[in-house]
């Protein structure tokens, strides 16, 4: 129902409507599938779509799947061999019993030296956290002001898992999970999907007058292990997606109007203003801190609220990113609109920054 | 030469079950026993290729040519026994005698905890291991050994059983006053009567020395080995007696010569505890993973590195890459790659979490059951190598970030049937001198 209701609603979105025979490719991100089809998913994605017959690919990078399916759509529009391609990501979390949940969340990781030394993700940004703020000298209040913003901001969003704002004091309080991150510093287990239809230039502006236009992506990896990573505190895998795109894209950062970063954990919003180019080194919690992420201000980031209020779930997150930056640069984002939007940016990283994808948008 | 007991590592565990000081769940007589060994290892006149080692306690087939591969020699002979004091004793002789091996040889005597057994009156009693080298030299001297039964309905003929001592141990009359009685388990009416009989000599009451070693019937000989050879009585020879309610063993030792005592570490007042394996090793191990899959061939490729920090050292670019992995995994060569084993103590915890109960993987449900939450640090063990370790002999929350650590071998997980075993971080103590 996810996946059929993201589909239609897709469908639904194309101003002059889309016939679905002009879909030429279908690609899915999922990581688990609610685990009862872990093999040949993609099919299930045509079956829905009422697109029999089209080639459907299933793109799994972790918590980076839809990510990764939006880019190979791109390359597969880029390339010429296909007009109109469907992008959809999904994952249903809350199926499965809590420890097989565990369990496929956890072998996104490195299974071998991470997983089997006693951590889950939560762990693996608890140690990327506790680096960072004693490295930088910084508090967890920096933490916490990244979850009560993007709470706010999800207050907004009708599609929030979470409609209500919190306070730091709430965030700081919260039962530990794993150190220094809390129950508040996570983001939630979400049922999800999104359905994002790509199509050349040409043709997108015979569907609509306002198309919203991919100009530029990028995409990284890194190792599985942050024991083999020359640094704790960087992703060097955001930070290579993060120059392909800007350097694909032809511009710089300083026209971009709002930023959907993937913030599984309030820690991976720091970093990734700064992998992204955004904050110095160190500097991100003191900019998140000022207030210059909000939404009304400089640099608004994840003004959806998130993965942390939203929700994240898994392969369809990429996704998701993608459909709140269309949202925003078609000016339909209702309350949580960033005015005056016309570039947008989407960052999705896979497990703890082994892959990601840096895909930037402007108004059509 | 002579061979002699040059040096001994007692091996101690640090965590609590109740008044007993017990090995930790991530515990088992293979882990003590490499620990012991690798301190043994650390020792001058050790720190060579050892001929043979000898291991006495529970273990099982499986853990002798592990215990080899731990120790960085795949091919080193391991003889096994089980047993209590006479197995320890004829170990020791064996090493110490004309049988022994070319170079250094260990016996390392081992226990595990034993539970309280409901309706036993027996005490329940704890466990650790004790690594005595062996090698060329003065040292202390193993003498005889021997048995006398007593069976408790018949009353103790003191004058017999100190015939019976001397002969076993062709100690003469220097027994006198030599003589080191540990009656472990005798009632004690029992023990009343051998001090009556036998005044000048030093006697050692049952009550435990520390946290209840108790009757330990593997590591108790060997505990009061080194023991009975520090006892401060004249003369160079003595011997340690224990007694059982039905019979005594009894050791001659020659204790004129130096020798180096590695003692155990305190017990912290603020020591872990944990409620043991109520379920049973068996039935974790029957159990079918719910989580992260590592085969076993995986497994035991990777175990030079889990086990030993194994790196590969590129000749080409000069970096190490670890877990090894047969590549240089920074400019991408495989030939000629040099086999580096890392250090194993002194690294830096450079970040650390605590994991609490929810957070953690499906394997550590266990884990989780027993001590609650716990802490997974990165370790620097060189420039630029890391490990993820996690960690453990201590309380969640109680290793920083630049804390000071030493690694330990242990339990991991369970998976496919067997322990899977690897390196945990612990937080380096105020270690006691060797004397």
């Known amino acids: 129902v996810l996946l059929r209701t993201a589909v239609q609603s897709a469908y639904g979105s194309v101003d002059r409507g889309v016939e679905r025979t002009q879909i030429g490719e279908a690609f899915l991100g999922t990581l688990g599938f609610s685990g009862w089809q872990l093999g040949n998913a993609s099919a299930v994605l045509a079956e829905e779509a009422g697109i029999p017959g089209v080639p459907s690919t299933r793109v799994e990078n972790a918590c980076a799947s839809a990510g990764f399916a939006l880019r190979a759509g791109i390359k597969a529009i880029e390339s010429g061999s296909r007009d109109v391609v469907l992008v959809a990501g999904l994952e249903k979390m809350t199926d499965p019993t809590p420890s097989r949940r565990r369990y496929w969340l956890g072998v996104s990781g490195d299974t071998e030296w991470e997983r089997l030394a006693g951590l889950t993700f939560a762990g693996v940004y608890g140690l990327m956290a506790d680096r960072y703020l004693a490295e930088h000298h910084v508090g967890r209040e920096a933490l916490a002001e990244v979850a009560v913003k993007n709470h706010a901001n999800g207050a907004l969003n009708p599609n929030a898992q979470f409609q209500k704002e919190i306070t730091r004091q709430q965030v700081l309080d919260a039962p530990k999970v794993a150190d220094p991150l809390g129950l508040l510093d996570c983001c939630p287990v979400t049922d999800g999907a999104a359905a994002i239809l790509l199509a050349g230039e040409e043709i997108a502006r015979s569907f609509t007058d306002t198309p919203v236009i991919i100009a530029g992506d990028g995409a990284g990896s890194d190792t599985l292990a942050l024991q083999e990573r020359a640094h704790l505190t960087r992703l060097a895998a955001t930070q290579r997606a993060g120059d392909e795109a800007f350097h694909r894209a032809g511009v710089d950062r300083s026209v971009i109007s709002f930023l959907e970063v993937h913030d599984c954990f309030t820690i991976a919003e720091l970093l990734a203003l700064e992998d992204l180019g955004f904050a110095g080194r160190g500097e991100a919690g003191a900019l998140t801190l000022s207030g210059a992420t909000r939404r009304g201000a400089r640099l608004p980031v994840n003004p959806s609220g998130g993965l942390k209020s939203k929700g994240h779930p898994i392969g369809a997150t990429g996704a998701g990113q993608a459909y709140e930056a269309f949202h925003q640069l078609r000016g339909t984002a209702d309350r949580r609109q960033v005015e005056g939007a016309e570039w947008g940016l989407s960052h999705n990283v896979g497990g703890s920054g082994a892959s990601a994808t840096v895909t930037i948008y402007r108004r059509g | ?435």
């Open chain 2, 1 to 435: 030469m002579a061979r002699s007991v040059q040096a001994a590592v007692v091996e101690r565990p640090g965590w609590r079950r109740g008044d007993l000081r017990v090995e930790g769940p991530d515990e088992d007589p293979f882990t003590l026993s490499v620990s012991a060994l690798e301190s043994l290892q650390r020792l001058p006149g050790f720190d060579r290729p050892w001929g043979r080692v000898h291991l006495v306690g529970p273990s099982s087939r499986e853990m002798a040519p592990a215990l080899g591969e731990a120790l960085g020699d795949p091919a080193l002979e391991v003889r096994r026994a089980q047993g209590g004091a006479t197995e320890v004793f004829t170990a020791l002789a064996t090493a110490t005698g004309s049988g022994g091996s070319e170079g250094p040889e260990a016996v390392v005597v081992v226990d595990v905890a034993s539970p309280p057994v409901p309706g036993r009156v027996e005490r329940p009693y704890g466990g650790g291991a004790v690594a005595f080298g062996i090698r060329e030299g003065d040292g202390l001297r193993i003498g005889p050994h021997g048995e006398r039964h007593h069976p408790p309905e018949r009353r103790p003929d003191a004058t017999a059983w100190v015939r019976t001592v001397r002969r076993g141990t062709g100690v003469g009359e220097e027994l006198k006053g030599a003589l080191v009685v540990r009656a472990a388990i005798a009632p004690p009416v029992l023990l009343a009567f051998w001090t009556k009989e036998l005044p000048d000599v030093v006697v050692r009451n049952a009550s435990p020395v520390d946290l209840s070693l108790g009757p330990a019937p593997h590591l108790g000989p060997a505990v009061d080995l080194l023991e009975a050879a520090q006892v401060p009585v004249d003369g160079p020879v003595r011997v340690l007696a224990t007694i059982q309610p039905s019979y005594t063993t009894f050791l001659g030792l020659g204790v004129g010569d130096p020798w180096i005592l590695v003692p155990a570490a305190p017990l912290a007042p603020d020591a872990p505890t944990w409620r043991g394996r109520p379920e049973g090793d068996g039935e974790l191990l029957r159990s079918v993973s719910e989580g992260a899959y590592v085969p076993r061939p995986r497994y035991l490729e990777s175990r030079g590195s889990r086990w030993r920090f194994l790196a590969d050292q590129c000749p080409g670019c000069e970096r190490l890459t670890f877990p090894a992995r047969g590549v240089c995994r920074w400019c991408g060569r495989s030939e000629g790659l040099v086999s580096v084993a890392l250090p194993r103590d002194g690294g830096i915890v450079e970040a650390r979490t605590t994991v609490r109960p929810g957070a953690q993987p499906t394997e550590f449900d266990p884990w989780v059951d027993a001590i609650g939450g716990y802490d997974v640090a990165l370790v620097r063990l060189a420039p630029t190598v890391l490990a993820t370790l996690p960690v453990t002999d201590a309380l969640a929350g109680a290793t920083p970030a630049g804390a000071v650590v030493r690694t330990r071998l242990r339990r991991l997980y369970p998976m496919e049937g067997e322990w899977r075993y690897g390196r945990k971080a612990v937080l380096t103590p105020a270690a006691p001198a060797p004397t």
